[in-house]
């Protein structure tokens, strides 16, 4: 079945470094993938998403690059921020039969300090 | 802007008690879900809605019950507690290809 592998955390950086997590998956077909990010006490918030191969998601400073080739999907920052402090989940989506199925990873919590 | 709304935020139970965990959206979204966090396991589907009347089962469905009455609620009920279902549980709707909203969450303790 579907899966996504996410880096384990927590990662800790301190502010203005780069940021890499790494999602790697396993689907059959082309699915699409997607970021969301959980800041505390809060749901998850879609982030940046691609939806064929080689498109490159941004939002918020964040990217991401489906490749397929290697089935990666993974989230970079050139510059973290204290507030961007908080766990990120990877995830993709696939349709089956009439409804898409989103899969998640297990979560990446990342922590900026100053 | 509402968006998706759950209650309560939190509750501790006892093993055996029943409760249900509300959830309403004001985005007029067809398809709502209700999963679980875990650590160290990600987010896991429940059960989940394409519409009014319509639900069906997602990864984890055991020791859950859902109604789909009106398009605003989704419900979901624990008839009888475990504490294997001491867990973070999210309620989302989806608006637009693919996209999902996330309510704020309940903290469930089961005793």
């Known amino acids: 079945g579907d899966s996504v592998t996410q880096m384990e955390g927590p990662v800790t950086l301190s502010e203005e470094a780069f940021l890499t997590i790494n999602c790697t998956y396993t689907?059959?077909?082309?699915?699409?993938l997607f970021w969301y990010v959980q800041y505390p006490g809060e749901g998850l918030q879609l982030l940046l998403k691609a939806t064929k191969a080689d498109d490159k998601g941004s939002n918020k400073g964040f990217e991401a690059t489906y490749r397929k080739e290697t089935t990666s999907f993974h989230l970079e920052k050139g510059s973290v921020q204290v507030s961007d402090s908080a766990v990120y989940f990877c995830a993709l989506s696939r349709w089956s039969g009439t409804a898409s199925k989103l899969t998640f990873g297990t979560g990446t919590r990342l922590q900026v300090t100053l | 802007n509402a968006g998706v709304t759950q209650t309560p935020k939190f509750q501790v139970l006892k093993t055996g008690q029943s409760m249900t965990l509300q959830c309403a959206q004001d985005?007029?979204?067809?398809?709502m879900s209700w999963y679980r966090q875990d650590p160290g396991m990600g987010l896991r589907l429940i059960h989940y809605s394409v519409g009014a009347g319509i639900t069906d089962q997602g990864e984890v469905p055991n020791g859950y019950n859902v109604s789909r009455s009106t398009t605003e609620d989704f419900p979901l009920r624990l008839l009888s507690a475990a504490p294997s279902q001491t867990s973070v549980y999210f309620c989302?709707?989806?608006?637009?290809?693919?996209?999902?909203?996330f309510g704020s969450g309940t903290q469930l303790s089961v005793l």
């Open positions: 689907a059959t077909g082309y699915p699409s």
């Open positions: 985005m007029n979204h067809e398809y």
């Open positions: 989302a709707s989806r608006g637009g290809p693919e996209k999902l909203f």
